[in-house]
């Protein structure tokens, strides 16, 4: 097995790491608020995860793993968009009383 093969092997074990590594932290969270929650870094860990993983599957050539992947990152970017616009909405409703004294 040459170096770059082995170098390639372990992008792809970084990425399914990360990948597995948010059902962890959407575990944690859960657990601590005792009901289901998905927090923010699962969607973070899911696109970098799920980005890491495509670069792995375009180098094997892996015609079902790019296609599941990418579609997969659209879904991720997205509901990051999603949360982000609603952070901003809540902020232009609710702005701040700092120099309102």
Known sequence: MSNAE????????????????RWVVQWI??????KSQ???AFWYMSLIGGMITLAYAIYRKDPVFIAGQGVGSVVYVRNLMLIH??????TAQHPSSVGNS
């Open 85 to 90: 616009r609603s952070s901003q909405d809540q």
């Open 6 to 21: 082995v170098i390639w092997i372990a992008i792809g074990f970084l990425g399914q790491g990360l990948f597995f590594g």
């Open 29 to 34: 969270a859960s657990e601590r608020t005792a």
């Open 38 to 40: 998905v927090p923010i």
